[in-house]
Structure formats: C-alpha cells, structure tokens
Nanobody, 115 residues
Framework: QVQLQESGGGLVQAGGSLRLSCAAS????????MDWYRQAPGKQRELVAL???????NYADSVKGRFTISRDTAKNTVYLQMNSLKPEDTAVYYC?????????WGQGTQVTVSS
C-alpha cells in the first residue's frame, strides 16, 4: 500500500509564497514521475508541474517563472515552491505519482490566495 502525505497549504496574501510537500511511503519500488495538479471550484483538475525520475521538469504556462518543482529521491518526496502567488492560484492542490504498475493521488491541500 502506498500513501501520499501532503503538507504546506494555507492562506496567503497575493504576492506571497508557499511551499507544498508530498511524501510517499509504503511499498514503492520506483517512482517515474511526481507531479502536482490543482482544482479550483467549478473547474477541471489541471496539471501544474511535473518532475521525472531523470529530473526533467515541465510547468503549466500559468505558473512558469513563479513555481518550482523539485524532488528528494532518497525521501520519495516532491516539493512545490510557489512564489508571487495570485488569487487565481486558489485551488486544492493534489500530489500525484506514477509508479509501475499504477499511479497514486494524495488527499489534496487547500491553497487560498487573498487579494
């Protein structure tokens, strides 16, 4: 059984910063991709950023230059540093990992950015 434990969400003013963390535990042999999705009220869940086992990263256009994804392979942990936050970044953020043979989701953490 694999579990994902997210932390770091909260309320912040526009222009502020937050750092999300997600630690994977359990029977994990290898993690190919670790990523973050978000879902705002009334909207579809969208990919925010991903990082591969080789360290390649990719970002949604809306967060490029403001968010940074990183991972600690030894700890099976992925981070999302979010700077220059905007009210439109308000959403529930979900950690997601892709392993062999399946993927897993975290329970989500709320990020609220006030104007």
């Amino acid at each position: 059984q694999v579990q994902l434990q997210e932390s770091g969400g909260g309320l912040v003013q526009a222009g502020g910063s937050l750092r999300l963390s997600c630690a994977a535990s359990g029977s994990i042999f290898s993690i190919n991709v670790m990523d973050w999705y978000r879902q705002a009220p009334g909207k579809q869940r969208e990919l925010v950023a991903l990082i591969t086992s080789g360290g390649r990263t990719n970002y949604a256009d809306s967060v490029k230059g403001r968010f940074t994804i990183s991972r600690d392979t030894a700890k099976n942990t992925v981070y999302l540093q979010m700077n220059s936050l905007k009210p439109e970044d308000t959403a529930v953020y979900y950690c997601h990992i892709i392993t062999a043979p399946r993927d897993y989701w975290g329970q989500g953490t709320q990020v609220t950015v006030s104007s």
